[in-house]
């Protein structure tokens, strides 16, 4: 990967002549089965540029309760677009068609008009959870009758790839739009694509300038995105492998509470039982030398990645053990 940005061919990206760029773009956009991607610094802005080029002001977007565009983007919707979010409380993440459709709002003038449905695969509070691609298409279905636009929260597609063996291509036929990151499993340094059609990538580039994600000589970060486009998907079943050896060790210790067989893909989420607060647990196990971070009061979130290998697994099951086992 440094090699690979040390090599990168460079140009102005803000005017569209990045060679190392546009090859980004285009190689995540043929893996999508879309027409166009355009790169940015962040998720969190990837998924803000599909919602500005689907809406308009005062309109309200379907999401999941627990989505990462209502939780961690900062009240960006509002802020940015002037849009609120109408919150589904799903199973595990997984909202229905039947609760998409109940929450389809704009028939009276003083309903805020309903325009977007968005989801999220896979789902990072909820654990790191598939969306069944049978959902996704009932969702899709429900939307399409209702002209609403679906947005796909795809930060970790590749995990649901992998762990499913369905394409990111065929998960991505159900959306217009879908927001894919580079530096998370997949270990690039930084950046995220939104993919979708030659017209809403053009109206995403707008928005981009917009939010001040215009980028001068990018191909230094897409360089290394690239590298982890073409050389990485394949071993995010390594970091599966490595959550599950995980969740089953933690769920023997006697202050965990955690279902293994909830455990999907690259995350663990568990809970402290024994009266200690989240916080107070992580700051005990910092000490150990086990990072993870708070997800709730007493809940934790731990996530397994590329840089973690096996023997790292099991350095901090046997580090964490006098932290959560005690008795």
């Known amino acids: 990967m440094m090699q690979a940005i040390v090599d990168a061919e460079l140009g102005d990206d803000v005017f569209g002549e990045d060679p190392t760029v546009q090859l980004l773009e285009s190689e995540t956009a043929s893996l999508l089965g879309k027409e166009a991607a355009v790169y940015v610094p962040s998720g969190t802005m990837s998924n803000q540029m599909a919602l500005r080029v689907h809406t308009h002001p005062g309109d309200e977007v379907i999401l999941e309760a627990d ?9 960006a919707a509002a802020g940015l677009s002037g849009l609120q979010l109408y919150p589904v409380k799903g199973d595990r993440g997984i909202m229905t068609a039947s609760q998409v459709t109940a929450a389809v709002r704009g028939h009276f003038d003083w309903d805020p008009r309903t325009s977007l449905v968005c989801l999220e695969n896979t789902h990072n509070r909820a654990g790191g959870t598939v969306y069944p691609i049978d959902v996704i298409a009932e969702i899709s279905t429900a939307a399409r009758d209702r002209s609403l636009a679906m947005h796909l929260d795809g930060a ?35 950046g995220s694509l939104l ?30 995105a690239l590298h982890a ?68 009061p007493t809940r934790i ?20 053990a006098p932290v959560l086992d005690p008795s």
């Open 67 to 75: 989505a990462h565009i209502r939780h961690y983007e900062g009240g």
């Open 229 to 296: 486009l073409r050389n990485h998907r394949e071993d995010l079943s390594q970091d599966h492998s490595n959550a599950r050896v995980l969740a089953e060790a933690l769920e023997a210790f006697s202050a965990v509470q955690l279902d293994p067989d909830g455990v999907e893909t690259n995350i663990v989420m568990f809970d402290v039982t024994d009266g200690r607060s989240a916080v107070d647990v992580l700051q005990e196990l910092a000490s150990a030398g086990v990072l993870m971070v708070p997800f709730g």
């Open 301 to 320: 979130r731990a996530t397994t990645h590329r840089d973690v290998g096996k023997a790292d697994i099991l350095a901090a099951i046997e580090r964490s």
């Open 195 to 224: 993919v979708g059609s030659t017209e809403h990538i053009a109206k995403a580039r707008r928005a981009r300038k917009a939010f001040g994600g215009g980028m001068r000589q990018a191909g230094i970060i897409a360089a290394a």
């Open 156 to 190: 970790r597609l590749w995990n649901a790839a992998v762990a499913t063996g369905i394409s990111e291509a065929e998960y991505a036929a159900h959306f217009d739009t879908i927001s894919v990151c580079l530096s998370k499993g997949l270990g690039a340094p930084v």
